[in-house]
Nanobody, 114 residues
């Protein structure tokens, strides 16, 4: 059974930093592309960052230069380092992967105060 468990969210002031973690189990992690998505109240879920098994990354324009996605295959972990946080980054952040079907974590709340 595939499980993705996020942690690390919280309340932070604008300009601050947070590091989100995603622990994966039940999958051959090293072959999977891993993503972070977010969903703000009243908005659609959006892709924030992607990392391939080989470490190639891609980011949404809104977070380029501020967020960094990374992974460690041996530990089946993915992280999202978020610096220079803005109020518009406030959302529930989800870890995601596809292995025949979509798998999502339960989400972790990030709130950025102005």
């Amino acid at each position: 059974q595939v499980q993705l468990v996020e942690s690390g969210g919280g309340l932070v002031q604008a300009g601050g930093s947070l590091r989100l973690s995603c622990a994966a189990s039940g999958i051959s992690f090293f072959t999977n592309v891993m993503d972070w998505y977010r969903q703000a109240p009243g908005k659609q879920r959006e892709l924030v960052a992607t990392i391939t098994s080989g470490g190639r990354t891609n980011y949404a324009d809104s977070v380029k230069g501020r967020f960094t996605i990374s992974r460690e295959n041996a530990k089946k972990m993915v992280w999202l380092q978020m610096n220079g946080l803005k109020p518009e980054d406030t959302a529930v952040y989800y870890c995601h992967t596809i292995r025949g079907q979509d798998y999502w974590g339960q989400g972790t709340q990030v709130t950025v105060s102005s």
